[in-house]
């Protein structure tokens, strides 16, 4: 079974996790420049409401899931207790 990238890693593998109102696109962006070559393998977003990404509120929550191309492989985490939303 073909898993993305996450195939292509190096184990083990170091990830940044992430932590709400701290792993922020600015934290990561300052983690990935001075934390190579030790620095995490993937990064995480912080949880983001789906329910709120298809709602009038979008535009807020639409920086949560900015990144760089210096915090690749990065994963973008999504939350709901409707799975339509989801979709």
């Known amino acids: 079974m073909h898993r993305g990238f996450w195939d292509k890693l190096a184990r083990p593998i170091m ?3 992430p932590l709400a109102n701290v792993t922020d696109a600015a934290f990561r962006r300052i983690i990935a420049k001075y934390s190579k070559p030790f620095g995490p393998d993937v990064m995480f977003t912080e949880f ?3 329910d709120g990404l298809v709602s009038k509120g979008r535009e807020n929550l639409l ?3 900015k990144y760089d191309e210096s915090e690749r ?3 973008a985490q999504l939350f709901s207790g409707k799975p339509e939303k989801m979709y």
């Open 48 to 50: 983001v409401s789906a």
């Open 73 to 75: 492989p990065i994963v």
């Open 63 to 65: 920086i949560d899931l």
């Open 15 to 17: 990830v940044l996790a």
